[in-house]
């Protein structure tokens, strides 16, 4: 997997982080087959697990040198999480299902990840606990970039967003300056749907 997302990725630090972090034990036992694949898959309750490209490029652009905090929006399975921990400091991710946020804990916690927290969602998007973040990335797709994610960035900081419709999506990468955002379009996408303030009510 790692091999053919060189061709298409080149970041080393962000290959040398995917290299190390067992995609298949995040993903439901009858897929095992498929872990390795270049392909989302289902991971229960409506979610997935996302593609590696998709992960892989999410991480590049966050830009982590190895000292930021990062925030991720929507945990899901725990992977994208692993993937930030091996490239940053600290690691705050948010799942609003807690009974997916209680199995990526427990298989975050099985491979000694020890800078990474799992928070289960608030009322507002974000953890504003731990706030200001150097980067955050949101593994789900939002009706327009909110408002209180750019809030929780650093002047500098960097988040990675998918924003569009329910169906189709473009990857945003949004800097937040002293005075104002930059927002450059990374491409076509499909996530799933945040859900929440400033984002989609649940269907």
Not at 11 to 25: G, Q, T, Y
Request: include cysteine.
């Amino acid at each position: 997997m790692v091999s053919e997302l060189r061709n298409r990725i080149f970041d080393d630090r962000v290959m040398a982080a995917m290299s190390k972090v067992p995609r298949h034990l995040f993903v439901p036992p009858d897929k095992l087959a498929l872990a390795y694949e270049d392909t989302p898959l289902p991971i229960g309750s409506g979610q997935t697990i996302s593609q590696p490209y998709i992960v892989a490029m999410m991480t590049a652009a966050l830009n982590l040198k190895g000292s930021e905090k990062v925030l991720e929006i929507g945990t899901g399975s725990g992977y994208q999480a692993a993937v930030l921990a091996e490239m940053a400091e600290k690691v705050i991710t948010v799942e609003r299902l807690p009974e997916m946020a209680a199995r990526a804990q427990a298989v975050l916690g099985q491979l000694g990840y020890h800078n990474i927290t799992v928070k289960v969602a608030g009322e507002g998007l974000g953890w504003k606990d731990d706030a200001p973040y150097d980067a955050i990335l949101v593994a789900a797709a939002a009706p327009d970039v909110p408002v209180s994610l750019v809030n929780q960035l650093k002047i500098g900081g960097r988040m990675v967003i998918p924003v569009g419709s329910r169906h189709h999506q473009e990857l945003l990468k949004i800097i937040k300056t002293s005075h104002d955002v930059e927002v450059h379009n990374l491409g076509g996408c499909r996530f799933v749907s945040l859900i929440g303030q400033e984002a989609w009510e649940e269907l």
